[in-house]
């Protein structure tokens, strides 16, 4: 795909994960552009509402199902609202894939710790999929914290995975901050896997190799913080751990400036140097996390 060209996407799709996020299934409306868009786990889209605007959402399929494409989306304000009311049938352009993405080759045969806050599951849900699909890697362990109950993303899946994770070499962990009555997976007997805390709580009892473990983190700017403190404890080199960060961006391929981030020693462009950073790279450049 030309790299700043608009394309038809029709949705195919639109299911209610939470109040707040929806799902949207999509695939391009020439076949041609359908069977060409090839992306990465961790790459992003610009959604492109004609006449309105435009605005970043990261791919949360996988690439190893093809023939569709999906964005998971919050309604936080103008256009994520006018995109919330869309329906199967309609059309939204879309231009990309933008952004490095997860370097999934450098990781086969590693073992994979995703850590997920809130939204931050939509990429690392392409990841997950990604490796489960592939077979490629070792052991993937997917640590998800959220607010509550009622905030998490993709439920089916991760109750999927809750029960027969195991199997497919995949530890999946659940934690939420705020009781919630309606909560399935304690009565499931899902418990210790799913407990109320923070997600950091749910590296306890968890022993991997750090020569032979990437982690990969996506959330809030608050969770990064005390994720890496966890990760650096238990030895694991900075140059293995892997974040996707977000920026207002306007272009998406380094071209308008507004998405650059460092000063004269180091400067990212987050949407076409990242948004997948290692920890180095935040030592080396400031203002990244
Ligand atoms: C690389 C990348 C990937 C993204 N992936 C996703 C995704 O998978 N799902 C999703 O729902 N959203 C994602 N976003 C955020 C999404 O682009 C914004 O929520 C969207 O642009 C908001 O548009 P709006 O017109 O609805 O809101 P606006 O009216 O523009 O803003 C509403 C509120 O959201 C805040 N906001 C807007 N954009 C951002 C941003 N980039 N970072 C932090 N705060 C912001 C504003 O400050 C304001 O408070 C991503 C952003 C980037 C840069
Ligand atoms: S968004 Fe334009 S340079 Fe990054």
Redo the contacts with the bound molecule.
Sequence with gaps: MSTFQTHDARILEVKELTSR?KLFTLRFVDPEINRNFKYKPGQ?VI?DIRGF????????STPTREGYFQ?????????????HELKEGDIVGIRGP??NGFPMETMEGSNLVLVAGG?GM??LRSVLWYALDSGKYQHIYLFYGTKSYEDILFRDEITHLLKHGEAMNCTVKLAYEVESPSCIYLEKGFAPKVCKGVVTDLFRGEEFDVTNTYALICGPPVMYKFVIRELLDRKLSPGRIYM??????RC?VGKCGH?IVGTSTSIKY??KD??VFTYWDALSTRGLI
């Design positions: 996020e992003f959604v605007g435009e605005f970043p959402i990261s791919l949360c964005l998971c989306i919050r309604r936080v304000g103008r256009m994520t609202k006018y995109v933008y952004g939204l939509a990429p996707t960060l977000e920026r207002r961006m998406g998405c987050v949407c990242g948004p």
